[in-house]
């Protein structure tokens, strides 16, 4: 059983930044992948970024690529995601969740978050 935590969340101007964290409890963190998604109003979840188990392999929706930034702390058993150049079209409730497996299919992971509400104001 893992329970995860998200924070980070805010309102922010656009082009500005933010970090997400993710706080996960257990003592198998290392074990697990972990995969950030977003929900907007009347919209589906969608896929963000997710990170492997190792932190070796990463990936991201290509909207977010090259101003998102997914990492890991296995001290810390925290997972993060740096956001950089924020869009009003970012704005959405933001989840962590723990999989065995870093993909992008949400259906994949087993654990989430409560979430945290990223809003961008124009």
């Known amino acids: 059983q893992v329970q995860l935590v998200e924070s980070g969340g805010g309102l922010v101007e656009a082009g500005g930044s933010l970090r997400l964290s993710c706080a996960a409890s257990g003592s198998t963190f290392g074990s697990y992948a972990f995969g950030w998604f977003r929900q907007a109003p009347g919209k589906d979840r969608e896929f963000v970024a997710s990170?492997?188990?190792?932190?070796?392999?990463?990936r991201y929706t290509d909207s977010v690529k090259g101003r998102f930034t997914i990492s890991r702390d296995n001290a810390k058993n925290t997972v993060y995601l740096q956001m950089n150049s924020l869009k009003p079209e970012d704005t959405a409730v933001y989840y962590c969740a723990a999989g065995s497996y870093y993909s992008t299919s949400p259906a994949q992971y087993d654990y989430w978050g409560q979430g945290t509400q990223v809003t961008v104001s124009s």
């Open positions: 990170i492997s188990w190792s932190g070796g392999g990463a």
